[in-house]
């Protein structure tokens, strides 16, 4: 039999609002009211989800402390329930929710943290591809180099962000000091997965707007004009990121076969 749909919104909504009672229709057994047991559930729902917000912004909890993450993390599960059964899809919208919570408005980079832990757990569950390998480009004709489009890797995301949350969630990760780092510095960040590993690169000059031309599909002379604007560029780095950082997974030379 099939759930009546009215009383399963009931059920969901009584899960994750704490002030309303215990939706009815519920039956108990062994003696226990049935109110008892719907709220040890919700409470356990509620746990589990606190446990899994702190698996996937595990910087920002260290950031703010333990006892302050679980208790802003239990306002937001209350605040945005799960709408997906897989738990790693979670937290999506918590950068957002980080930027209009009150207590941490003294820590504006906090939410830029949360994308880049978000972002890493994407890439760390994208779908497989073998990396594309630098020799590649060796079999492209000088001719043709202007011309290439290069193929993302499924894992490669790219942020642009107001502070430094990809240094600070580097060196959080790696056990390193913050100390001397400045939060207020703006970072543009890539995040690849070229193995089993998911790596974190802070772009330099003009990198975000290579690598966003690339992935969006534009030719790799045309990724070059876009980002030749920053004087500052090192065009010759940028294409070296381009073959190590694992961001690809194949070069295409108009119609022809992609090089891998």
Same mark, same amino acid.
């Given at each position: 039999?099939?759930?009546?749909?009215?009383?399963?919104?009931?059920? *969901?909504?009584?899960?994750?609002?704490?002030?309303?009672? @215990?939706?009815?229709?519920?039956?108990?057994?062994?003696?226990?009211?049935?109110? /008892?047991?719907?709220? $040890?559930?919700?409470?356990?729902?509620?746990?589990?989800?606190?446990?899994?917000?702190?698996?996937?912004?595990?910087?920002?909890?260290?950031?703010?402390?333990? %006892?302050?993450?679980?208790?802003?993390? /239990?306002?937001?599960?209350? *605040?945005?329930?799960?709408?997906?059964?897989?738990?790693?899809?979670?937290?999506?919208?918590?950068?957002?929710?980080?930027?209009?919570?009150?207590?941490?408005?003294?820590?504006?980079?906090?939410?830029?943290?949360?994308? &880049?832990?978000?972002?890493?757990? %994407?890439?760390?569950?994208?779908?497989?591809?073998?990396?594309?390998?630098? @020799?590649?480009?060796?079999? &492209?004709?000088?001719?043709?180099?202007?011309? !290439?489009?290069? /193929?993302?890797?499924?894992?490669?995301?790219?942020? /642009?962000?107001?502070?430094?949350?990809?240094?600070?969630?580097?060196?959080?990760?790696?056990?390193?000091?913050?100390?001397?780092?400045?939060?207020?510095?703006?970072?543009? $960040?890539? !995040?690849?997965?070229?193995?089993? %590993? $998911? *790596?974190?690169?802070?772009?330099?000059?003009?990198?975000?707007?290579?690598?966003?031309?690339? !992935?969006?599909?534009?030719?790799?002379?045309?990724?070059?004009?876009?980002?030749?604007?920053?004087?500052?560029?090192? !065009?010759?780095?940028?294409?070296?990121?381009?073959?190590?950082?694992?961001?690809?997974?194949?070069? %295409?030379?108009?119609?022809?076969?992609?090089?891998?």
């Amino acid at each position: 039999m099939r759930p009546d749909p009215v009383q399963s919104g009931a059920f *969901a909504k009584a899960l994750f609002t704490p002030e309303l009672p @215990a939706p009815n229709g519920l039956a108990g057994r062994d003696q226990v009211r049935p109110e /008892r047991r719907f709220a $040890v559930y919700r409470n356990n729902v509620t746990v589990s989800l606190i446990d899994a917000m702190a698996s996937i912004f595990p910087t920002v909890q260290n950031l703010v402390g333990e %006892d302050f993450f679980r208790a802003m993390a /239990r306002l937001y599960v209350t *605040a945005h329930p799960p709408t997906s059964p897989l738990l790693f899809t979670y937290g999506e919208t918590f950068p957002a929710f980080l930027e209009s919570f009150p207590p941490a408005a003294d820590l504006p980079f906090l939410a830029d943290v949360a994308r &880049v832990e978000r972002l890493w757990l %994407d890439a760390y569950h994208a779908a497989d591809a073998a990396p594309l390998d630098p @020799a590649a480009l060796a079999q &492209v004709p000088a001719e043709e180099l202007a011309g !290439i489009r290069f /193929r993302p890797h499924p894992a490669t995301r790219l942020a /642009r962000l107001r502070y430094a949350g990809g240094t600070i969630t580097r060196r959080d990760r790696a056990g390193t000091s913050l100390e001397g780092v400045d939060p207020t510095a703006p970072e543009a $960040v890539l !995040i690849t997965r070229p193995d089993c %590993d $998911v *790596a974190v690169e802070l772009l330099p000059s003009g990198g975000a707007t290579f690598f966003e031309a690339l !992935i969006a599909g534009q030719t790799l002379g045309e990724a070059f004009a876009a980002a030749a604007g920053d004087e500052e560029t090192d !065009i010759a780095g940028l294409l070296g990121l381009a073959l190590s950082s694992g961001a690809f997974s194949a070069i %295409d030379i108009h119609h022809e076969s992609p090089i891998l």
